[in-house]
């Protein structure tokens, strides 16, 4: 979520700067109608703009398709990646100023939750560009609990005194009514609104025959984390009909409803040592004789350097259309010197 704010998102930055003007602003003035601390409500507004600014602003990536969501089965791993501490990161201020400014870490913390749930789902609704995923949710939630925990050590610390947190059960009904029906009203609008599929059965619905293709062939092609972010497919009445599918690690084509591959392309990965052209060869040849067995058969490829550096390696496959109609074979597989297949293409 962040890491696709970060990039691609050129009106992130005058979003913020409106929203912080307006929240943080708008958030002091009440501070000071009701004798809180002014400088906290601050604060804990411009932390909301760059909450709502970070995950809403549009990026530049066009989604097509019905509105999905995704629960994947991997969130310990997300945590422990730079765009999980990201995630974790963007809710941490938030709850931590909820907490100093409200004084009940139990309804800041519902509310919170609630915020990033709302979050996705508005994510996928409103196609904004970023992937809808309960990963994120997770991270959140995982960095608005540290946030309360920061924000109640403070209030109990010897600096606060006079600060001490509000009543407990109060807290504890109000955080309870906030997260019901919050969440659940959340999960009303998903059930209704937003296809929700997942990499593990029985987590969800059974997903269409089209994203249980494409999340396939992700995973063959760039690992079994790899999640499918948006699928775009051609007019069914006109043939041959093939589907384009973007990735978090790449994209690529794939006719319908074979799953057969067209045409893949890796984000440009440049990390790991570098192998020997050998190697470079045999990681393309395998991945050519994986995905392109049947056109490739009997031929061999001509190997030709590619890349800025030239230390890539581009492998070739070609055959000239024969008689009684045989089609012509075009098959072009680049491989990185790191042995990381970067493109592919047939036709």
């Known amino acids: 979520m962040i890491e696709a704010a970060l990039d691609g998102t050129p009106a992130l930055f005058p979003v913020f700067a409106v929203l912080g003007l307006l929240l943080g602003a708008g958030a002091g003035w009440l501070a000071r109608r009701r004798g809180a601390p002014v400088a906290v409500a601050v604060l804990w507004g411009l932390s909301l703009a760059g909450e709502l600014a970070v995950t809403l602003t549009p990026t530049t990536s066009e989604v097509s398709g019905r509105a ?10 997300e945590l422990l990646a730079t765009q999980g501490k990201l995630n ?11 907490v100093l400014l409200f004084r009940r870490p139990v309804t800041v913390l ?25 990963t994120d949710f997770l991270d959140n939630t995982a960095g608005a609990v540290l946030g309360v925990l920061l924000g109640v050590g403070w209030l109990m610390g010897p600096l606060a005194r006079r600060a001490r947190p509000a009543g407990s059960l109060r807290d504890l009904w109000q ?24 990499g593990d059965p029985g987590l969800a619905a059974p997903p269409s025959d089209d994203i249980v293709t494409a999340q396939r062939v992700a995973e063959g092609l760039f ?13 069914p009445t006109l043939p041959p009909q093939v589907m384009d599918v973007t990735t978090d690690r790449g994209t690529f084509r794939i006719e319908q409803p074979s799953g057969r591959l067209l045409a893949a392309a890796a984000e440009d990965d440049r990390a790991g040592a570098a192998l020997a052209p050998e190697q470079v060869v045999a990681a393309g040849t395998a991945f050519a004789q994986t995905w392109f067995a049947d056109r490739i058969a009997g031929l061999t490829p001509v190997v030709t350097p590619a890349g800025s550096n030239g230390a890539d390696r581009r492998l070739s ?20 010197a790191a042995g990381r297949v970067l493109a592919a293409e047939a036709s």
């Open 88 to 98: 974790i990161a963007l809710f941490v201020p938030l709850a931590a100023f909820g």
């Open 175 to 198: 955080g309870a009514v906030v997260g019901g029906v919050g969440l659940a009203a959340v999960g009303l609008v998903l059930h209704l609104g937003v296809r929700v599929y997942s």
């Open 317 to 336: 496959y070609r055959r000239p259309a024969g008689p009684a109609g045989a089609a012509a074979v075009r098959v072009d597989v680049t491989v990185s």
């Open 68 to 77: 999905t969501c995704a629960i994947g089965a991997s969130a310990w791993n």
């Open 110 to 134: 519902a509310g919170c939750a609630v915020l990033s749930a709302g979050t996705e789902a508005v994510q996928a609704l409103l196609r904004t560009g970023r992937a809808c995923d309960a």
């Open 223 to 235: 690992g079994p984390q790899a999640r499918v972010s948006t699928t775009t497919s051609s007019d």
